[in-house]
């Protein structure tokens, strides 16, 4: 699938080019691309062309010999070539360095005009062009995409009114309350820095020295200890403006409000043995995920949905509602659903597009606007800066970065100017009135009047200063296998810091204020004191939405998912054929893995078939879950380690496992120390379920149809298999501590 994706990538852009041509922003990009399979012959960058890019020019000898002679720095086209090489690189992002990209739309389905006047968040008939970049924080540019980490999820929309840059994350609390603390947070989070050690990830001494010592991150690293910091794929992951914002509408009336996007496919995790797998595994797992699905027409797409408090509110609650280590639990704010977001083209080239798109907070559009949150208004300062020394002052003229509505000021000049602004004048008021400011009744950005008094000092809000409370929250609301995982993710973490001070504070002292049973667990596992009483009382509150489980579809569904179905010669075809034919129906992308790529032959058919890919090439983490038709193979792939390490790494991670006819022999082996494993007899036609695991004997062609129900109490064979895909993940195997068992 992948391969023949890569194949015909080109092809697979330029229809879908052709198809979304409405969009104003692919309009507006058309006259920057150019084509590399034009037949045109190569040019210099002055558009000389030039014969021969493979010889530096030289002397060359008279001798019989033709020896080499100098080679001649006269060569201007080598040292063209050379020179633009040397050049190639930018600085990456002081942050969110490891990152993807794709574009897309949003429709807005309500209007909020009693709250906003602004066109994207009012006028229902739109199609608004989109370019969204997801991201790790910690890594450079080159890091792993599955490492614990936060995920960047930056929306540049388009608008007629100009660019609206929502840059948010996938968990909707922040580490500070201040931007002043931002370069100490980064600084401890990144590698030390006597060694560059360690690369993209929290488990280390400095990272949990300064979370210790800022209380007010506590919340946040509850968030990043859960799986949320290890989403299974960008597609299944919620997104959040984070800070406050404001909307104001036609009357000048003022309502706070929170940005959130909630993805249709469930949100959705790795386990934490798989996601460091994969760092080595495949590095780009994210990146790949995210532009196959957009490949394959399996468009991601997110509700848009916002919180809002009216302006007279705003001291009404617990918190202080400007303050971004905090969330506005749903219970007492509830989100409103207006709009949707698809993304459905991939970039056509990395670096123009993902690498030098630029966000900007303080790109909002009127009838958007900000709050005092000190975190927003830093990161207004912040964004704009650190363009200027990535791009270049200039950032905002690059093709991706520039809006699809005029821009005419008398900003001028620059490194790297490409506007050309006519006439005779470049300042305001002039003679001529050119580029006047907009007047009253022409949508201008106008920041509505407002009085301010205080007295000048460095310090915060009252309720600024509590910041256990919403920490208890988020671990009471965690349901019991998240709650597993956040003491297993603290213990890896915690471990892997080698100073006591750090590891034994964070265990014996700031863990106790949040839960007991969660400090006594992570002490016990990294060898610090064990506390014997709860530091703080732990409220017993919890709130909807802040566990994963709350995020199923309304129907089950595979789509998308991708499903390994392993063969060798002699395989049961019609198990092969049923389950291909099934998965493809239901929307997901059945993997054949062969134990070569040569052709495979079924039991007594001479039509071979070409797997994907062959075993060894391949592992059980790259796919969500794993089927074995029957067959004579299963007496080949039952004496491979690693095809029986395959399935005990599924279960391991948690994963659907389906077997039919002599397969399920190669499950009872693999799985052979796992107590009390139920599978089907060899002759048994009725699937038996356990954890996830399902399996049948000899099944008819007419077992598999296309047309399978996935539902719970599936009756069928198929269906069952499904449902399990469908949940993604089998967290009772864990609970009841079957993965222990088992060597994976
Ligand atoms: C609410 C808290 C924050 C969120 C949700 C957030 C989110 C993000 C995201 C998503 C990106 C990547 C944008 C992209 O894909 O190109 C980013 C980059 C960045 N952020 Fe933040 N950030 C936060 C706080 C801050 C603060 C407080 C500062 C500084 C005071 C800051 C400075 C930066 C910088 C310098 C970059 C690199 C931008 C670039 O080079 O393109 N961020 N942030």
């Known amino acids: 699938m992948t391969t023949t994706l890569a194949g015909g990538l080109h092809k697979a852009q330029e229809a879908v080019r052709n198809a979304s041509s409405g969009s104003k922003k692919a309009v507006d990009l058309e006259r920057d691309i150019s084509d590399i399979h034009t037949k045109l012959p190569l040019t210099s960058d002055h558009g000389v062309r030039i014969p021969n890019t493979d010889q530096w020019l030289r002397v060359i000898g008279e001798d019989k010999n033709h020896s080499i002679g100098p080679t001649l720095l006269e060569d201007q086209l080598a040292r063209e070539k050379i020179h633009r090489f040397d050049h190639e690189r930018i600085p990456e992002r002081v942050v969110h360095a490891r990152g993807t990209g794709a574009f897309g739309n949003f429709?807005?389905?309500?209007?909020?005009?009693?709250?906003?006047?602004?066109?994207?968040?009012?006028?229902?008939?739109?199609n608004t062009p989109v370019f969204v970049r997801f991201s790790t924080v910690q890594g450079s540019r080159g890091s792993a995409d599955t490492v614990r980490d936060v995920r960047g999820f930056a929306v540049k929309f388009y608008t007629d009114e100009g660019i609206w840059d929502l840059v948010g994350n996938n968990i909707p609390v922040f580490f500070i309350q201040d931007a002043i603390k931002f370069p100490d947070m980064v600084h401890s989070l990144k590698p030390e820095?006597?060694?560059?050690?360690?690369?993209?990830?929290?488990?280390?001494?400095?990272?949990?020295?300064?979370?210790?010592?800022?209380?007010?991150?506590?919340?946040?690293?509850?968030?990043?200890?859960?799986?949320?910091?290890?989403?299974?794929?960008?597609?299944?992951?919620?997104g959040f403006g984070v800070n406050t914002f404001v909307l104001v509408n036609k009357q000048g009336k003022r309502h706070f409000v929170k940005f959130h996007w909630i993805p249709k496919l469930g949100v959705h995790s790795l386990v934490w043995d798989e996601a460091l797998k994969l760092g080595g595994q495949d590095p780009d797992f994210h990146r790949k995920d995210l532009m196959e699905a957009i490949d394959n027409k399996a468009y991601p797409k997110w509700e848009f949905a916002i919180q809002l408090i009216p302006e007279e509110k705003e001291h009404d609650f617990e918190f202080d509602i400007l303050d971004s280590t905090k969330i506005w639990p749903e219970d007492l704010v509830p989100l409103r659903v207006i709009g949707e977001l698809e993304l459905n083209r991939n970039v056509d080239e990395f670096f123009t597009e993902t690498e030098q798109v630029a966000f900007c907070t303080s790109h909002v559009v009127p009838g958007i606007d900000f709050s005092d949150d000190p975190l927003l208004i830093g990161r207004n300062f912040s964004y704009f800066d650190t363009q200027i020394s990535r791009l270049g002052i200039n950032w905002e003229e690059l093709p991706i970065n520039r809006p699809v509505c005029p821009v005419l000021n008398h900003n001028r000049d620059g490194q790297m100017?490409?506007?050309?602004?006519?006439?005779?004048?470049?300042?305001?008021?002039?003679?001529?009135?050119?580029?006047?400011?907009?007047?009253?009744?022409?949508?201008?950005?106008?920041?509505?009047?407002a009085k301010v008094a205080g007295v000048k000092k460095r310090?915060?809000?009252?309720?600024?200063?509590?910041?256990?409370?919403?920490?208890?929250?988020?671990?009471?609301?965690?349901?019991?296998?998240?709650?597993?995982?956040i003491i297993k993710a603290f213990s890896f973490e915690l471990?892997?810091?080698?100073?006591?001070?750090?590891?034994?504070?964070?265990?014996?002292?700031?863990l106790p204020e949040i839960d007991l049973h969660l400090a006594q667990k992570v002490a016990e596992a990294v060898g610090a004191p064990i506390p014997t009483q709860p530091l703080k009382q732990n409220h017993g509150k919890r709130a909807p939405h802040l566990s994963q489980d709350e995020f199923a579809t309304a129907k089950p569904t595979i789509e998308s998912r991708k499903i390994a179905i392993i063969i060798g010669d002699g395989y049961d075809r019609v198990a092969f054929m049923g389950m291909k034919a099934a998965v493809l129906a239901?929307?997901?992308?059945?993997?054949?893995?062969?134990?070569?790529?040569s052709p495979i032959y079924a039991e007594g058919d001479a039509r071979g078939v070409i797997a994907d890919h062959q075993y060894d090439g391949q592992r059980s983490t790259m796919f969500d879950a794993?089927?074995?038709?029957?067959?004579?193979?299963?007496?080949?792939?039952?004496?491979?380690?690693?095809?029986?390490?395959?399935?005990a790494e599924s279960f391991g991670h948690l994963k659907a496992i389906g077997a039919t006819g002599e397969a399920v022999q190669l499950v009872e082996t693999a799985l052979r120390d796992v107590e009390g494993l139920k599978v089907a007899g060899a002759h048994e036609s009725q699937h038996v379920e356990w954890y996830g695991v399902v399996t049948a004997g000899q099944q008819k062609a007419e077992s598999f149809s296309e047309g399978v129900k996935i539902v719970k109490d599936a009756k069928d064979f198929v269906g069952k298999f499904f449902y399990h895909v469908s949940r993604h993940k089998n967290y009772e195997r864990e609970l009841d501590g079957l993965t222990m068992s088992v060597a994976f």
Request: charged residues 20%; hydrophobic residues 40%.
């Open 586 to 597: 239901a929307g997901a992308v059945p993997v054949i893995i062969g134990l070569k790529r």
């Open 626 to 647: 794993t089927f074995v038709p029957g067959g004579s193979h299963v007496k080949t792939l039952i004496k491979n380690g690693q095809i029986r390490h395959w399935i």
């Open 107 to 126: 429709r807005l389905f309500q209007s909020c005009e009693d709250v906003t006047h602004a066109g994207i968040l009012t006028d229902t008939s739109r």
């Open 495 to 510: 471990d892997h810091c080698d100073d006591p001070t750090v590891y034994q504070r964070l265990a014996g002292t700031r």
């Open 459 to 485: 310090a915060v809000g009252e309720k600024f200063r509590e910041h256990i409370s919403q920490a208890q929250l988020f671990w009471n609301s965690m349901s019991a296998h998240e709650k597993l995982h």
């Open 193 to 238: 820095p006597h060694n560059e050690v360690p690369q993209a990830q929290t488990a280390h001494n400095n990272f949990w020295d300064f979370a210790f010592l800022h209380e007010e991150a506590t919340h946040m690293f509850m968030w990043i200890m859960s799986d949320r910091a290890v989403p299974r794929s960008f597609r299944m992951m919620q």
């Open 417 to 449: 100017r490409h506007r050309i602004t006519q006439g005779t004048v470049n300042y305001w008021p002039n003679r001529f009135d050119a580029a006047p400011p907009a007047g009253p009744n022409e949508g201008a950005f106008d920041t509505l009047q």
